[in-house]
């Protein structure tokens, strides 16, 4: 069975890491007021700053609580789930709306209790068409009916549009920010994209904050990233490279953070 995951090897630092993603969860549960399905967007502005690792651990998050998750890999030009989740990248979303594989080739069936993951699939030529194409309205339309909660992690806005044309389907964007890393011009550039679109900002998440120093959610802080590359060519993913870091949300409603009740 999978297992969710966190950065560095101390138990401390995994259970920190795990409370945080609870909050991140319990945030986005009351974020989106609405029975039925939510579908989520996670993405951030420019490269690297955690969108697929926060996308996986919240999914598994929300898993625990008992809701039927799924996750879709929607990054269809730098797929990384897979990887990091350690299963099949094909065939997945790009093969089924080509129509050479049926749903039930491309979905990854209870990866973690209540938790499914669609891998983006072979890398397409034509990706930003295949994200905002009808089929994949249809699909998700689909897929509402059969799960409470739906996470696509996305390519960063500043760089590809492709989150942007999936907003009129969903329920709003998760903002992944990293700070030391993202400039701050490069975050409002992503807000006003969202905005433009009349999307929905429902929450950011600040990742990869020391958590003692409590110095997280100040953009003041904030230096210039130093990787800007996107493509086949950006490096793999490594969970638990770095220091022991977790992440922080910040709360778009603050009633939101009351505890909900576990069920694992
Ligand atoms: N909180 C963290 N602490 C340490 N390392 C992290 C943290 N969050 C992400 N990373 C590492 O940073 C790298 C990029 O993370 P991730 O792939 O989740 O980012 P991304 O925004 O999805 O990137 P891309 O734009 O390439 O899709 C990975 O090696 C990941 O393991
Ligand atoms: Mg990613």
Redesign the pocket.
């Known amino acids: 069975m999978k297992k969710a995951y966190g950065?560095g090897s101390s138990q401390g630092t995994l259970f920190a890491a795990k409370e945080a993603y609870r909050t991140i969860r319990t945030n986005l549960m009351f974020s989106v007021a609405k029975t039925g399905c939510k579908t989520v967007v996670f993405t951030?502005s420019v490269?690297?700053?955690?969108?697929?690792?926060s996308a996986a651990n919240v999914a598994f998050s929300v898993a625990r609580s008992n809701k039927k998750v799924l996750l879709i890999d929607l990054?269809l030009r730098?797929p990384?789930v897979h990887r990091l989740l350690k299963l099949k990248g094909t065939p997945g979303l790009t093969n089924y709306l080509s129509g050479f594989n049926a749903f039930e080739e491309i979905v990854c069936r209870e990866v973690y209790p209540n938790l499914d993951v669609i891998p983006a699939g072979t890398i397409s030529p034509n990706p930003s068409e295949m994200v905002g194409s009808e089929g994949m309205a249809e699909l998700l339309t689909k897929l509402r009916e059969k799960y409470d909660f739906i996470i696509l992690d996305t390519?960063?806005l500043n760089v590809v549009s492709d989150a942007l044309s999936m907003l009129h389907s969903t329920d709003g964007v998760v903002l992944?920010v990293r700070p030391k890393y993202t400039a701050r011009k490069e975050i409002q550039r992503a807000i006003a994209s969202v905005e433009f679109v009349k999307g929905k900002i429902l929450g950011v998440i600040v990742?990869?904050v020391d958590m003692e120093k409590k110095n997280y959610g100040r953009y003041g802080r904030y230096g210039r990233y130093s990787r800007y590359s996107y493509g086949k060519e950006?490096g793999e993913?490594?969970?638990g490279?770095?220091e022991p870091?977790?992440?922080a949300a910040s709360a778009p409603e603050e009633s939101a953070a009351s505890e909900e009740k576990e069920t694992q």
């Not at 490269?47 to 690792?53: A, F, Y």
């Open positions: 950065y951030s490269p690297g700053e955690g969108k697929t690792t990054d730098n990384h390519p960063p992944v990742n990869g950006a993913v490594r969970v490279a770095e870091e977790t992440a």
